[in-house]
C-alpha cells in the first residue's frame, strides 16, 4: 500500500474533512482527463453518462468495487457543485442505501514534475474515518495504477481490520 493516510481538517462548523494530496509525473491535463472522462474513470472508480454541467447531475455508476469482491453498484445522481478545467472539480455523491452525501472536492494543481491531485471529502455523520481513508486510499492507488499502466491493487491490503 503506497498512499499515506489522509490529513484530517476540522471547518470552522465543526465538521472534519479529509484530504489526501498525491504527485503524480504526468502533465495536469492527462490528471484531470483520468478524474473527468468517463473512459477513464472508468478504469479505477466507475463510469457516468448524461450531460454535464454545473448545478446538473450525472448518472455515476461505481464498477470498482468488483474488484474488492463487491458488486456493480445502481447508478446514483452525482451532482456537479463546481467545475473549472483543468483544476477543479466539485461534486456531491448520494451514498446509496443511505441519506448520506459525499461532498467530495478535487483540485489538479501543477508541480515542477507533473500535476498534484488535492482530494478532499466531507466526513459525513455516522462514518468512520479510518474506513473513508481505507477506502480512498485504495481507490487514490488505483488511480495511480490507471496514470501509470500498472496493475491495481488489492483490497485486502487496505481493508480495515
Given amino acids: 500500500m503506497s498512499t499515506p493516510p489522509a490529513e484530517t481538517r476540522t471547518e470552522p462548523d465543526g465538521s472534519t474533512t479529509l484530504v ?9 491535463e492527462d490528471v484531470w482527463a483520468a478524474i473527468t472522462e468517463s473512459e477513464r474513470l ?3 472508480i466507475g463510469t457516468w453518462t448524461g450531460t454535464p454541467r454545473v448545478g446538473g447531475t450525472v448518472a455515476f455508476t461505481v464498477t470498482g468495487e468488483v474488484d474488492a469482491g463487491g458488486e456493480v453498484a445502481e447508478p446514483v445522481d452525482a451532482r456537479i457543485v ?4 483543468p483544476h477543479r472539480l ?5 451514498e446509496t442505501g443511505s441519506d448520506r452525501v459525499w461532498h467530495l472536492d478535487l483540485t489538479v494543481e501543477p508541480a515542477d514534475a ?3 491531485l488535492v482530494f478532499a471529502q466531507s466526513l459525513p455523520e455516522g462514518l468512520s474515518s479510518a474506513d473513508v481513508d481505507a477506502g480512498w486510499r485504495w481507490y487514490l492507488d ?3 495504477a490507471s496514470l501509470a499502466g ?4 488489492d483490497w485486502q ?5
Fill in 20 to 28: 489526501w494530496r498525491r504527485g503524480y509525473p504526468d502533465p495536469v
Fill in 150 to 153: 500498472t496493475p491495481m491493487p
Fill in 114 to 116: 507533473g500535476a498534484v
Fill in 157 to 161: 491490503a487496505y481493508a480495515p481490520t
Fill in 82 to 85: 463546481a467545475c473549472d478545467p
Fill in 90 to 94: 466539485v461534486v456531491d455523491l448520494p
Fill in 142 to 144: 488505483r488511480f495511480g
Fill in 42 to 44: 472508468g478504469r479505477w
